[in-house]
């Protein structure tokens, strides 16, 4: 394949290169390696009392205090403008109710099952800066990842809110295993390109599961001095399950995402996303549309809000996994409990709150209520078990960063 050969020749190349010029490391090298850890718990009070907050995956059990990540992290983040090659890592590992979710199949999915609570590796990867080719140089990232597409993240620090949208749920990925290129092309223009196993997979027949390559490709804009950037990648591979879709490797899914990240001061961050993914075996997509509005009213307190719709008109991507196993089976083609709406619907939700960060002894601390409003805007009723159209839940998480 076109694409496998040139990322195969990419990492050589630049492996090539790092193993020449090791020998040029500096001696301080081990003094840039850095270690932390966070926790982040929360609460959802939704006062219908249903057994799962449909349309939130994180924060889906509600009127139940969660300890969502105990995250810990040790890393040598690499510098992307440096005239110099430059090597680095990053080990990521989380306890917690989120990584029902965030698991890597054959990476310790099978750990804990019959609990909430679950372990799970987020990142295990080396970096590599290369300045080749271009002015700015390529980095390479070789290993498990988080998938560079979309706004939100995993990390609970770099996003809004305690609750994610949709798109971040049911329309992208959550990680990827295999090699990814960020060359800098020019002071304003970088392009994306990488292989991996799939969509929240890895290796083997307990780690993927079809047995076909998938990709990412893409380009980010930094213009405006920064003011502005554009963020569009695609990710592109089969992903239904070889177990239950005769034929998996021929049908692709297209997970196509665009982020607009718009400063104009120092005090306003306005962020527009879109996102289009489509199923060639379910002859399914579904498009989602969020806009995000940040104002940081003080040094301690940042206003946020989120407008989203998404739209899945065949009922094939929205659903909630009441099981602590039901994620993972789902995507290996095991029997699971998986619940959806009763037709294709059309999601709308506003969420409001703000970030506090208090002036006190422990430093690190994040304080984030919110009031979030979903409803059906075709008419189905897939919230609180069935019964409604929306649904509206009160919410908060703490972040403690050591």
Same mark, same amino acid.
């Given at each position: 394949?076109?694409?496998?050969?040139?990322?195969?020749?990419?990492?050589?190349?630049?492996?090539?290169?790092?193993?020449?010029?090791?020998?040029?490391?500096?001696?301080?090298?081990?003094?840039?390696?850095?270690?932390?850890?966070?926790?982040?718990?929360?609460?959802?009070?939704?006062?219908?009392?249903?057994?799962?907050?449909?349309?939130?995956?994180?924060?889906?059990?509600?009127?139940?205090?969660?300890?969502?990540?105990?995250?810990?992290?040790?890393?040598?983040?690499?510098?992307?403008?440096?005239?110099?090659?430059?090597?680095?890592?990053?080990?990521?590992?989380?306890?917690?109710?989120?990584?029902?979710?965030?698991?890597?199949?054959?990476?310790?999915?099978?750990?804990?099952?019959?609990?909430?609570?679950?372990?799970?590796?987020?990142?295990?990867?080396?970096?590599?800066?290369?300045?080749?080719?271009?002015?700015?140089?390529?980095?390479?990232?070789?290993?498990?990842?988080?998938?560079?597409?979309?706004?939100?993240?995993?990390?609970?620090?770099?996003?809004?809110?305690?609750?994610?949208?949709?798109?971040?749920?049911?329309?992208?990925?959550?990680?990827?295993?295999?090699?990814?290129?960020?060359?800098?092309?020019?002071?304003?223009?970088?392009?994306?390109?990488?292989?991996?196993?799939? $969509? =929240?997979?890895?290796? *083997?027949?307990?780690?993927?599961?079809?047995? @076909?390559?998938? &990709?990412?490709?893409?380009?980010? #804009? !930094?213009?405006?001095?920064?003011?502005?950037?554009?963020?569009?990648?695609?990710?592109?591979?089969?992903?239904?399950?070889?177990?239950?879709?005769?034929?998996?490797?021929?049908?692709?899914?297209?997970?196509?995402?665009?982020?607009?990240?718009?400063?104009?001061?120092?005090?306003?961050?306005?962020?527009?996303?879109?996102?289009?993914?489509?199923?060639?075996?379910?002859?399914?997509?579904?498009?989602?549309?969020?806009?995000?509005?940040?104002?940081?009213?003080?040094?301690?307190?940042?206003?946020?809000?989120?407008?989203?719709?998404?739209?899945?008109?065949?009922?094939?991507?929205?659903?909630?996994?009441?099981?602590?196993?039901?994620? $993972? =089976?789902?995507?290996? *083609?095991?029997?699971?409990?998986?619940?959806? @709406?009763?037709? &294709?619907?059309?999601?709308?939700? #506003? !969420?409001?709150?703000?970030?506090?960060?208090?002036?006190?002894?422990?430093?690190?601390?994040?304080?984030?209520?919110?009031?979030?409003?979903?409803?059906?805007?075709?008419?189905?009723?897939?919230?609180?078990?069935?019964?409604?159209?929306?649904?509206?839940?009160?919410?908060?998480?703490?972040?403690?960063?050591?």
């Amino acid at each position: 394949m076109p694409a496998k050969f040139a990322a195969s020749l990419l990492a050589s190349t630049l492996l090539a290169g790092t193993v020449a010029h090791a020998a040029d490391a500096p001696s301080s090298w081990a003094s840039g390696i850095t270690f932390g850890a966070q926790v982040q718990g929360g609460f959802t009070l939704n006062p219908n009392s249903p057994k799962t907050n449909f349309g939130q995956l994180f924060n889906d059990k509600p009127n139940t205090v969660l300890l969502n990540q105990v995250l810990l992290t040790a890393q040598r983040a690499i510098d992307p403008k440096s005239p110099n090659w430059d090597i680095g890592f990053k080990f990521q590992v989380l306890y917690g109710s989120d990584a029902r979710y965030t698991h890597f199949l054959g990476l310790l999915d099978h750990t804990n099952p019959g609990s909430r609570y679950q372990f799970d590796i987020v990142e295990a990867n080396i970096a590599v800066h290369a300045p080749v080719l271009t002015a700015g140089g390529i980095d390479l990232k070789l290993g498990a990842y988080a998938s560079p597409l979309g706004y939100e993240t995993i990390d609970p620090l770099t996003n809004p809110f305690y609750s994610h949208s949709y798109i971040f749920n049911f329309g992208l990925p959550f990680k990827h295993t295999g090699a990814l290129a960020v060359v800098h092309a020019t002071d304003i223009l970088d392009v994306y390109l990488g292989i991996d196993t799939g $969509v =929240n997979t890895t290796f *083997g027949k307990g780690g993927d599961n079809n047995g @076909a390559v998938a &990709g990412i490709g893409g380009f980010q #804009l !930094t213009l405006l001095d920064g003011k502005l950037t554009a963020l569009a990648l695609t990710h592109i591979g089969p992903e239904n399950p070889a177990r239950l879709v005769p034929n998996a490797d021929r049908y692709m899914r297209y997970l196509n995402d665009i982020v607009l990240t718009y400063k104009p001061t120092d005090t306003w961050t306005f962020v527009t996303e879109l996102n289009y993914i489509k199923d060639d075996f379910a002859k399914a997509d579904a498009y989602g549309f969020a806009q995000y509005v940040s104002y940081a009213y003080s040094p301690n307190i940042t206003l946020n809000a989120r407008a989203e719709l998404f739209a899945d008109g065949k009922n094939f991507f929205v659903a909630s996994f009441p099981g602590n196993r039901d994620p $993972v =089976n789902a995507q290996l *083609g095991f029997p699971t409990t998986v619940v959806s @709406a009763p037709t &294709g619907t059309t999601y709308g939700a #506003l !969420t409001v709150g703000f970030t506090y960060k208090p002036n006190v002894p422990i430093k690190g601390l994040m304080i984030r209520p919110e009031l979030r409003y979903d409803r059906s805007m075709s008419g189905s009723r897939p919230f609180n078990g069935g019964k409604d159209r929306d649904s509206l839940t009160l919410a908060s998480d703490i972040v403690l960063t050591f």
